[in-house]
């Protein structure tokens, strides 16, 4: 089955730097990515994803680059604020055709610390 | 829309006793799955449904777990009897297949003692 490795575990930040948060993945025929961010208390929510016929993908200050022959992908918040404290949750899926294939595989997590 | 629903958001129960999770998915969407997430293992999936019919249940941990889904809105996992070990968050999440996005519950903290 898939394995995702996520690193680093915790990251800290001064506000107004960048962020960035590394994932690789074991199964060549993965096709999605997300990334979820998880705040205390409350359950993953998607904040950005890229799919495999894509190599990068912006969403204002969030972007995630995909690199399909080293198979990693990676996160990068840029102009961190203290609201971007969390932690973040890359994953894994091939969800095409169906089958025991169509599942998210998580990494373990980062937890990102934002200082004001 | 409400968004996943899960209920209760908190569970204590003493060991050996039954315990029910209760999750109500986004209309319209026909996966479902289930999570549970401790520190030290982080996110696994217990078991994911589509059109109400379980596809892969390899992630659930023994026979203590079951789940179920009666129809597109409401789905359970139950645990018979409770451990100590069983502790953690679990979630609920549902997807429509055609955009991949998976939309999460806010989770039940279950607590066994």
């Known amino acids: 089955g898939e394995n995702v490795e996520q690193h680093p575990s915790t990251l800290s930040v001064q506000e107004g730097d960048s962020a960035v948060i590394k994932c690789t993945y074991s199964?060549?025929?993965?096709?999605?990515f997300p990334w979820y961010k998880q705040e205390l208390g409350k359950g993953p929510q998607l904040i950005i994803d890229?799919?495999?016929?894509?190599g990068e993908k912006k969403d204002q200050r969030i972007a995630v680059t995909l690199n399909k022959t080293a198979k990693h992908f990676s996160l990068h918040i840029t102009e961190t604020q203290p609201e971007d404290s969390a932690v973040y949750f890359c994953?894994?899926?091939?969800?095409?055709?169906?089958?025991?294939?169509?599942?998210?595989?998580f990494g373990k997590g980062t937890l990102l610390t934002v200082n004001p | 829309d409400a968004g996943v629903i899960q209920s209760p958001r908190h569970e204590v129960t003493e060991m050996g006793q039954e315990v029910t999770l209760r999750c109500k998915p986004i209309?319209?969407?026909?996966?479902l799955f289930w999570y549970r997430q401790t520190m030290m293992r982080g996110l696994e999936l217990l078991i994911y449904?589509?059109?109400?019919?379980?596809?892969?249940d390899s992630g659930m941990p023994e026979d203590r777990f079951s789940a179920k889904m009666p129809n597109a809105s409401f789905s359970t996992l139950k645990i018979q009897p409770s451990e100590p070990r069983d502790s953690a968050v679990y979630f609920c999440?549902?997807?429509?297949?055609?955009?991949?996005?998976?939309?999460f519950g806010q989770g039940t903290r279950l607590t066994v003692v």
């Open positions: 199964d060549s025929a993965s096709n999605y």
């Open positions: 999440a549902s997807d429509r297949r055609t955009w991949g996005e998976a939309f």
């Open positions: 209309s319209g969407h026909d996966y």
């Open positions: 890229i799919r495999s016929n894509v």
């Open positions: 994953a894994a899926s091939n969800n095409m055709g169906g089958g025991s294939n169509y599942k998210l595989t």
């Open positions: 449904f589509n059109n109400n019919v379980p596809i892969d």
